[in-house]
T-cell receptor, first 117, second 112 residues
């Protein structure tokens, strides 16, 4: 159980374009999902907390207009990197908490490798 | 500020031996701790967790120890296998805080 998927797993785009990444909880409902980015050989850095039906909460230093988050259902959150630039190239990972259990455990997706040319 | 860190960035262990990965945390209000395993190019995989009202918890081949006095967390992996090679992260959150704070990670390499 507690499987989280991401799509796409890998994307290459040109500078200036926008990229949407999907995060789905496959076998549970997630009122809260989280978006992280990870640079090579570094730890995960939380970007934002996504709550179903409400606006996302962004961490300090993360531009909300650049990283658009939508959590329209209990099983889907999306992250759109708008007007992507090479410095946005990174490994983006989402996680989800099971809304039906009294636990703080986050289950992670497999990640999305974004390369901006 | 608050931080969660690891003592050793890399660790090499002979296959079949036991390994211990350590983690220090600074937030005394932390009450929930998790160990994750991350293989190259993949997302973190949940291994084991522990709450602050416990000092030890065992899973399959893994044991997590929590010492609240010195704010120290460790992950013990018994009879290591090549598939255990990965980066291991500790993470914690405090009461009422749904966000996780991750440590810097330790790369574990199992030597055949």
């Amino acid at each position: 159980g507690a499987v989280v998927s991401q799509h796409p797993s890998r994307v290459i785009c040109k500078s200036g374009t926008s990229v949407k990444i999907e995060c789905r909880s496959l076998d549970f409902q997630a009122t809260t999902m989280f978006w992280y980015r990870q640079f090579p050989k570094q730890s995960l850095m939380l970007m934002a907390t996504s709550n179903e039906g409400s606006k996302a909460t962004y961490e300090q230093g993360v531009e909300k207009d650049k990283f658009l988050i939508n959590h329209a259902s209990l099983t889907l959150s999306t992250l759109t990197v708008t007007s992507a630039h090479p410095e946005d190239s990174s490994f983006y990972i989402c996680s989800a908490r099971d809304a039906t259990t009294n636990t703080d455990t986050q289950y992670f997706g497999p990640g999305t490798r974004l390369t901006v040319l | 500020g608050e931080s969660v860190g690891l003592h050793l960035p890399t660790l090499s262990v002979q296959e079949g031996d036991n390994s211990i990965i350590n983690c220090a945390y600074s937030n005394s209000a932390s009450d929930y701790f998790i160990w994750y395993k991350q293989e190259s190019g993949k997302g973190p995989q949940f291994i084991i967790d522990i709450r602050s009202n416990m000092d030890k918890r065992q899973g399959q081949r893994v044991t997590v120890l929590l010492n609240k006095t010195v704010k120290h967390l460790s992950l013990q992996i018994a009879a290591t296998q090549p598939g255990d090679s990965a980066v291991y992260f500790c993470a914690e959150n405090g009461l009422g805080n749904e966000k996780l704070t991750f440590g810097t990670g330790t790369r574990l390499t199992i030597i055949p």
